[in-house]
């Protein structure tokens, strides 16, 4: 990021862990003044953890990105080519590189089948035209950012489901990217236990649909958008 030429932050959500993961980021915040950590008293999730970061960022772009670095920060630029082209969100897509030559894709087999199986799931519940909806790498314009998590509720990995599922009912333009992705040891994502859990939350969502939660303000009236093609975002064909 400092190779860039531009002004940025980097805030990392500490949500209660156990570990050196605070002790380490204030060594570097020490040293780097764009680094900023938000610590949290209870480990509420991951969805409230992001929720937490991306309502204190500044900047007409926002980007959340798993610690880990598990999608090389490097892949940014191919999320805000996507914004130049018009999206409103672009999400990296590990479903979309792994059809790509020029993209390695690193997961493990069964880990890759299992969520083969999930999406395809979420696709009859709703979620329609999104190969890969559980990618640690979204950007996100400030105002649009502003709007969905502010109506998210969901605490746990479910999050970016209702993220996705709002901006696709409130018409924001969404660009799936395929993007390089690698394993990294030491990921806190159980299948069996989070995946029911994140069966749970979809079915949170969708009854939050029927309740009315999420209907958009009239500014932001669906009708208000218009999406842009995919061949107009530069993406593959789906």
């Given at each position: 990021?400092?190779?860039?030429?531009?002004?940025?932050?980097?805030?990392?959500?500490?949500?209660?862990?156990?570990?050196?993961?605070?002790?380490?980021?204030?060594?570097?915040?020490?040293?780097i003044?764009?680094?900023?950590l938000?610590?949290?008293?209870?480990?509420?999730?991951?969805?409230?953890?992001?929720?937490?970061?991306?309502?204190?960022?500044?900047?007409?772009?926002?980007?959340?990105?798993?610690?880990?670095?598990?999608?090389?920060i490097?892949?940014?630029?191919?999320?805000e080519?996507?914004?130049?082209?018009?999206?409103?969100?672009?999400?990296?897509?590990?479903?979309?590189?792994?059809?790509?030559?020029?993209?390695?894709?690193?997961?493990?087999?069964?880990?890759?089948?299992?969520?083969?199986?999930?999406?395809?799931?979420?696709?009859?519940?709703?979620?329609?035209?999104?190969?890969?909806?559980?990618?640690?790498?979204?950007?996100?314009?400030?105002?649009?950012?502003?709007?969905?998590?502010?109506?998210?509720?969901?605490?746990?990995?479910?999050?970016?489901?209702?993220?996705?599922?709002?901006?696709?009912?409130?018409?924001?333009?969404?660009?799936?990217?395929?993007?390089?992705?690698?394993?990294?040891?030491?990921?806190?994502?159980?299948?069996?236990?989070?995946?029911?859990?994140?069966?749970?939350?979809?079915?949170?969502i969708?009854?939050?649909?029927?309740?009315?939660?999420?209907?958009?303000?009239?500014?932001?009236?669906?009708?208000?958008?218009?999406?842009?093609?995919?061949?107009?975002?530069?993406?593959?064909?789906?």
């Open positions: 990021m400092q190779g860039r030429g531009q002004a940025y932050e980097v805030l990392v959500i500490d949500d209660g862990s156990t570990d050196t993961t605070a002790s380490v980021v204030e060594t570097a915040a020490s040293s003044p764009e680094i900023q938000l610590r949290a008293p209870l480990r509420r999730g991951k969805g409230a953890a992001v929720r937490r970061g991306m309502q204190a960022a500044v900047g007409q772009l926002l980007l959340f990105a798993d610690a880990d670095g598990a999608t090389p490097q892949e940014l630029a191919r999320l080519e996507a914004m130049t082209n018009g999206a409103d969100v672009a999400i990296g897509s590990r479903s979309l590189a792994s059809r790509l030559p020029d993209y390695a894709v690193r997961a493990r087999w069964y880990r890759t089948i299992l969520s083969n199986l999930f999406n395809s799931l979420i696709q009859q519940k709703g979620l329609t035209g999104i190969t890969d909806t559980q990618c640690g790498f979204k950007l996100f314009r400030q105002p649009v950012a502003a709007d969905l998590f502010g109506v998210s509720s969901i605490d746990g990995y479910g999050f970016d489901l209702e993220l996705l599922y709002v901006a696709q009912q409130r018409g924001y333009r969404i660009a799936e990217i395929p993007v390089n992705w690698s394993h990294q040891p030491g990921s806190k994502f159980r299948i069996v236990r989070d995946g029911l859990a994140m069966l749970r939350e979809l079915a949170v969708r009854r939050n649909r029927t309740k009315g939660y999420y209907t958009a303000p009239l500014h932001l009236h669906p009708q208000n958008f218009h999406p842009a093609p995919v061949r107009q975002l530069g993406l593959p064909p789906q």
